[in-house]
């Protein structure tokens, strides 16, 4: 069964810092661009980061200086490093990924999204 798993969410107080990990398991051909989003309470799902496989990244203005988004191509594994939390930041966060699957003899691409984590930050 292929699937996204995060992990890392927590409480955490402002000006702290986490990590999240998503990992794509099952059997995958390839992975292209990964990245997170995030939902507030009360609020429309909004991007965060992205990154390609080649690496090529892009940030939401709002975290763009706090936030680092890599990935791991060998252990089909994006991350989010999260620094200077503010409350604002508060929200789950989702993993999203295109996976290159094997599909009736040939390959195709599927975007999937991880089941999110949470994070909540303290002022």
């Known amino acids: 069964q292929v699937q996204l798993v995060e992990s890392g969410g927590g409480l955490v107080q402002a000006g702290g810092s986490l990590r999240l990990s998503c990992a794509a398991s099952?059997?995958?051909?390839?992975?292209?661009?990964m990245g997170w989003y995030r939902q507030a309470p009360g609020k429309q799902r909004e991007l965060v980061a992205t990154i390609t496989r080649g690496g090529s990244t892009n940030y939401a203005d709002s975290v763009k200086g706090r936030f680092t988004i890599s990935r791991d191509n060998t252990k089909n594994t994006v991350y989010l490093e999260m620094n200077i939390l503010r409350p604002e930041d508060t929200a789950v966060y989702y993993c999203n990924a295109d996976l290159r699957l094997r599909a009736a003899g040939r390959i195709r691409t599927y975007n999937y999204w991880g089941q999110g984590t949470q994070v909540t930050v303290s002022s």
């Open positions: 099952g059997s995958i051909e390839g992975i292209n661009d």
